[in-house]
């Protein structure tokens, strides 16, 4: 694996040389893609990618963890909770054109009138300051928040699971309540695993090309607004591929290279994050009853 991701970077920097020595940094901070007139910039596409990643990430991975803990933590009997985990499960294998179409002919069509409400009364908030006229970045963010769904949900379910029963016991023998066992035991001593199962998550939506293709509206600007069509480096590769000319590989090749550096940077950091959270995801397991009394008075040891 390792020798193919090498061989993959090796393969794609090398026809990114040229691109790097023509067009330099600027290619990186430059806000204009016009083939016509040799004006390359892709960082309102890095933009794009981060913030609807980012977005993404906050609403998928909120509901993947919360699904998690109600497939795992005895909320529901053993066969639903089956044919819920078999459902979330099969969401992955949709491909990702049926998402853009599902969202193309449902999602903006059920979330445009919303939007032009909320526009209305919150048009001040960067946010909200722009209307839903069709595909944008919010129709694009629900979606990919959907498709990275079950890959999150399913790594944090074994990460719960792999909590041992012992500790759960331990803290209702406390005294503790389900949730409070849940969010001050189980969560902290998962913690490790759900940063992995996050990080993944990103990696997903990082990579995700044709949905958001479909949905972004594939407009250069960098924009905080939620309603405002956008770019990513995916859909940019995608919809310039097919009718590239010989003298602009050189230019996508270096597009394609942001996009595996991004992630290796990323993953990087979810991995330090995983390392340093790792004892301290312990302590906190036994820390919040550390203080806790006896009946008759005396400390709980922890």
Known sequence: MLLLVVALTMQ???????????????FIIGTVWDPNQLQYGILPAIWGTLYSSLLALLIG?????????????????????????????????????????????LVIPAIRPVADCVHQALAWLPLFNSTLSGPGLLPAVIVLAIMVLPTTAALSQDALRAVPLQ???????????????????????????????????????????????MLVGNSNQISLSMFSPA?????LLALHFPEVRPAEVEVLMYVSLVPMVITLVVSHLGSSIMNRSSVACQRKAVAPFANCRKPGGDMLEA
């Open 12 to 26: 794609v920097g090398g026809e990114a040389v040229p691109g790097i020595h023509k067009h330099g940094a600027s």
């Open 61 to 105: 991975g909120f509901f993947a963890v919360m699904m998690a803990i109600f497939l795992t933590q005895d909320f529901l009997p053993p066969r639903l909770a089956a044919v819920f985990r078999t459902i979330s499960e099969l969401l992955a294998a949709i491909p990702s054109v049926v998402y853009g179409l599902w969202g193309i002919i």
């Open 167 to 213: 500790t759960r016991q331990a803290a209702h023998g406390m005294g503790a309540t389900h949730w409070e066992a849940i969010l001050r035991v189980t969560l902290p001593t998962a913690a490790n695993g759900l940063f992995g199962a996050l990080a993944l998550g990103v990696g997903r939506a990082l990579g995700e090309t044709m949905a958001l293709a």
């Open 231 to 235: 770019n990513t480096l995916a859909a």
